[in-house]
T-cell receptor, first 116, second 114 residues
Framework: NAGVTQTPKFQVLKTGQSMTLQCAQDMNHEYMSWYRQDPGMGLRLIHYSVGAGITDQGEVPNGYNVSRSTTEDFPLRLLSAAPSQTSVYFC???????????????FGSGTQLSVL | AQKITQTQPGMFVQEKEAVTLDCTYDTSDQSYGLFWYKQPSSGEMIFLIYQGSYDEQNATEGRYSLNFQKARKSANLVISASQLGDSAMYFCAMREDGGFKTIFGAGTRLFVKA
């Protein structure tokens, strides 16, 4: 099983450039989310989705867009990259159908993004 | 609003000894779930243990146990018989019932000494 697949693993951008971080899962999970990890701040939720066509903001949504056209894919878009968006980005998914609180998150391997 | 606090940025423990990693949380919900994840130097996120707010027993998974004190709103992770491979970053996380978001604390970096 592939699980949660994130691409690319590394990316360097110049300020003002745009890019899309890709995330795909093959576990038929309804819930997908994006986090950013910064030293001393843990993982902060950017955006999340509870199904195709449904997205919502997390703790730090500014500067990021998402969409969910299929169950499998949840891309994260940076429209105009800024140095403050230099971070490690994780995509995570889980099964939420039964609203079981104990459903753990499955994580991708992360994307290390540097904005110069 | 839900919040997770981990007050120990770094911890040292001698190999084969037990160690407790602290986690306190804030929520107005009565029903919620608490999680611990491990992040080794490779960067992957590994699920360790889960505790539901209505679970009467403290959760255990092998060498990991969760010291859940509901009135104090704390969910400390206890690792028994530490191993060198336990050196990693550890994150406490919470999900509220009826909500979809899982919120993480800042993490604690654990160093196991030989």
């Amino acid at each position: 099983n592939a699980g949660v697949t994130q691409t690319p693993k590394f990316q360097v951008l110049k300020t003002g450039q745009s890019m899309t971080l890709q995330c795909a899962q093959d576990m038929n999970h309804e819930y997908m989310s994006w986090y950013r990890q910064d030293p001393g701040m843990g993982l902060r939720l950017i955006h999340y989705s509870v199904g195709a066509g449904i997205t919502d903001q997390g703790e730090v949504p500014n500067g990021y867009n998402v969409s969910r056209s299929t169950t499998e894919d949840f891309p994260l878009r940076l429209l105009s990259a800024a140095p403050s968006q230099t971070s490690v980005y994780f995509c995570a998914s889980s099964y939420q159908g039964a609203f079981n609180l104990g459903e753990k998150l499955f994580f991708g391997s992360g994307t290390q993004l540097s904005v110069l | 609003a839900q919040k997770i606090t981990q007050t120990q940025p770094g911890m040292f423990v001698q190999e084969k000894e037990a160690v407790t990693l602290d986690c306190t949380y804030d929520t107005s919900d009565q029903s919620y779930g608490l999680f611990w994840y491990k992040q080794p130097s490779s960067g992957e996120m590994i699920f360790l243990i889960y505790q539901g707010s209505y679970d009467e027993q403290n959760a255990t998974e092998g060498r990991y146990s969760l010291n859940f004190q509901k009135a104090r709103k704390s969910a400390n992770l206890v690792i028994s018989a530490s191993q060198l491979g336990d050196s990693a970053m550890y994150f406490c996380a919470m999900r509220e019932d009826g909500g979809f978001k899982t919120i993480f604390g800042a993490g604690t970096r654990l160093f196991v000494k030989a």
